[in-house]
């Protein structure tokens, strides 16, 4: 089956520890992103990539570093500097360069830092 | 970006008929209008979108007004696994090097009930 795949589904870490969430696709999109969640609120968008080896900046990339390194795997690591780490955290693909845009999402990380 | 205005939340009698209306009085001639529904703890979904004209898929209905400044989504026969968020998005205009932003407000909390 393709899709995409996000683990572990909750993760709970220090605070002051770096973790990196894990996003993997089989789809062959180009193209995938990192989104974050707060409780009542909408997606808000971290980092997106459009091609291996060139990812840019989203609405709020401050303490989050990303790197693509292969066409199906697009981690996120959540650093120290990020002040309010604990949210749902999305990954999504797509095909670029499509006139209209269809994201795929996974079923998402749950961070809790305590 | 054109902004979406949503109610914040509706309710819909099970088997009836849900109708989900999104504002989007700011948006320009060549954006899209996406709508997306996010099952509790769940990775959004892509339900639909359209350009102008009325659109049908085996989800939903888009009805889009002649001015494009507002839509109706309509679910014909909700069922309670329909009850979720749904997210009314109108495409950012900037394609970043193939790689299309969507901004998702707070969408609208549909709950259908028995």
């Known amino acids: 089956d393709g899709g995409i795949t996000q683990s572990p589904k909750y993760l709970f870490r220090k605070e002051g520890q770096n973790v990196t969430l894990s996003c993997e696709q089989n789809?062959?999109?180009?193209?995938m992103y990192w989104y974050r969640q707060d409780p009542g609120q909408g997606l808000r968008l971290i980092y997106y990539?459009?091609?291996?080896?060139?990812?840019q900046k989203g609405d709020i990339a401050e303490g989050y570093s990303v790197s693509r390194e292969k066409k199906e795997s697009f981690p996120l690591t959540v650093t120290s500097a990020q002040k309010n780490p604990t949210a749902f955290y999305l990954c999504?693909?797509?095909?670029?360069?499509?006139?209209?845009?269809?994201?795929?999402f996974g079923p998402g990380t749950r961070l809790t830092v305590l | 970006d054109a902004k979406t205005t949503q109610p914040t939340s509706m309710d819909c009698a099970e088997g009836r008929a849900a109708n989900l209306p999104c504002n989007h009085s700011?948006?320009?001639?060549?954006?899209?209008v996406y709508w997306y529904r996010q099952i509790h703890s769940q990775g959004p979904q892509y339900i639909i979108h359209?350009?102008?004209n009325n659109e049908t898929n085996e989800m939903a209905s888009l009805i889009i007004t002649e001015d494009r400044k507002s839509s109706t989504l309509i679910l014909p026969h909700a069922t309670l696994r329909d009850t979720a968020v749904y997210y009314c998005?109108?495409?950012?205009?900037?394609?970043?090097?193939?790689?299309?932003?969507?901004?998702f407000g707070q969408g609208t909390r549909l709950t259908i009930n028995p």
């Open positions: 990539s459009q091609i291996v080896n060139d990812f």
């Open positions: 359209g350009l102008k």
């Open positions: 700011t948006i320009s001639g060549n954006e899209y």
């Open positions: 789809l062959n999109h180009d193209a």
């Open positions: 999504a693909s797509s095909i670029p360069g499509q006139s209209y845009n269809e994201q795929f």
């Open positions: 998005i109108v495409r950012d205009r900037i394609i970043i090097q193939g790689a299309q932003k969507l901004v």
